[in-house]
């Protein structure tokens, strides 16, 4: 066996530096933005400065970015980063340092949602992007896609229950039952598909892809509920979005707003589309489906729209950094594509 250097490793990492994606994304993202967010899990006072010091902040939510590219439970991303050279120079990390370990992980991304602070960190990439130049332009698009969860085995009577905010008997009764019941989540259907779960409403800028707002609620709720509050600020005043979001008093909202809508007619039993109407659709759906790219974009590279966590706050910080990851990816790309090719 030969004798090991003592450049051996960082000639060894310079060598991954040309294939590793998180060099482009360590160097695109000012991670230091989020630290102002990330302290109020801190601002808690210690009561003694006896014992181990709290890992940093950005370290931590660091980890939770690495989670959602490379879809990894808690206990494979403390693996991960013990084992991979790419995740420990991503987070910083010399051989010798300590590792956050699954628990550390699960109790922090806890204090995220207890605080929600999801949304404000989804601001602070947001604010960020502007600064480089990716400012929401040409309209925005509207859509929604479902996130699955876990179907529960439930009575039809527990079901009930739960969709008045009762708890059902056998669930209060037992601890260790109620806190792997997911009673915020619910069933809806849609072209005779059944889903069990909740929903990602975003808003995508024209030009960029880029979700700029996003929602996040049970799949019960109708698309229409979740319209005007997802609008935000754009240089144009389009608006695309398909035949579900379409009322008249959706369409007299965006009028009084300012807004030209490019909703999707539908038509009824009763009342077909015209042809003219079909193919004004045929029309906005040009621009309409570069939505579905995005949706696509997290279902191939994040592991799918699925949320093993429970609870609908859980849920809303899985989603969160759904969005936020696929931001910081497709910032990425946004770069690449605007570097003169020689």
């Not at 980063?81 to 922090?108: H, K, M, Q």
């Not at 969860?149 to 056998?170: C, L």
């Not at 909202?253 to 038509?267: D, E, F, I």
Request: charged share 35%.
């Amino acid at each position: 066996m030969s004798q090991p250097g003592f450049f051996d490793l960082d000639r060894r990492l310079d060598k991954l530096k040309a294939k590793d994606p998180l060099i482009h994304l360590n160097a695109l993202i000012d991670w230091e933005n989020f630290r102002d967010t990330l302290l109020k899990v801190r601002e808690k006072k210690r009561k003694s400065n006896a014992g181990r010091k709290p890992y940093d902040v950005v370290l931590m939510f660091k980890v939770l970015v690495l989670q959602h590219l490379y879809n990894l439970s808690d206990e494979e991303a403390e693996y991960q980063v013990r084992d991979r050279y790419s995740f420990a120079r991503f987070l910083g990390l010399c051989p010798e340092d300590g590792v956050p370990d699954a628990n550390t992980i699960w109790l922090f991304r806890e204090q995220l949602v207890r605080l929600d602070l999801m949304k404000s960190l989804f601001l602070d990439l947001d604010y960020q992007l502007d600064v480089q130049g990716y400012k929401a332009r040409k309209g925005q698009i509207v859509d929604a896609s479902f996130v699955d969860a876990p179907k529960q085995r439930n009575s039809r009577e527990e079901n009930k229950q739960i969709k008045e905010d009762q708890t059902p008997a056998r669930i209060e009764k037992k601890p260790n039952v109620s806190c792997q019941k997911d009673t915020d989540a619910r069933w809806t259907k849609k072209n005779n598909e059944t889903h069990f779960g909740y929903k990602n409403y975003v808003a995508v800028d024209n030009e960029h892809k880029l979700i700029r707002n996003y929602e996040v609620t049970s799949a019960e709720v109708h698309d229409s509920n979740v319209f005007e509050e997802l609008l935000t600020e754009n240089s144009a005043k389009d608006v695309w979005a398909d035949s579900a979001y379409r009322s008249e008093e959706a369409e007299l909202n965006l009028q009084v707003m300012g807004y030209r809508s490019h909703v999707h007619k539908k038509g009824s039993r009763d009342k077909p589309l015209s042809e003219r109407d079909q193919t004004a659709n045929k029309r906005k759906s040009k621009v309409r489906a570069r939505v579905e790219h995005v949706f696509g974009s997290i279902t191939n590279e994040q592991g799918g729209l699925y949320s093993r966590v429970v609870g609908l706050a859980r849920t809303k910080l899985k989603v969160g950094m759904m969005n936020v990851v696929y931001n910081m990816r497709r910032l990425v790309t946004l770069r690449r594509l605007s570097v003169p090719k020689i």
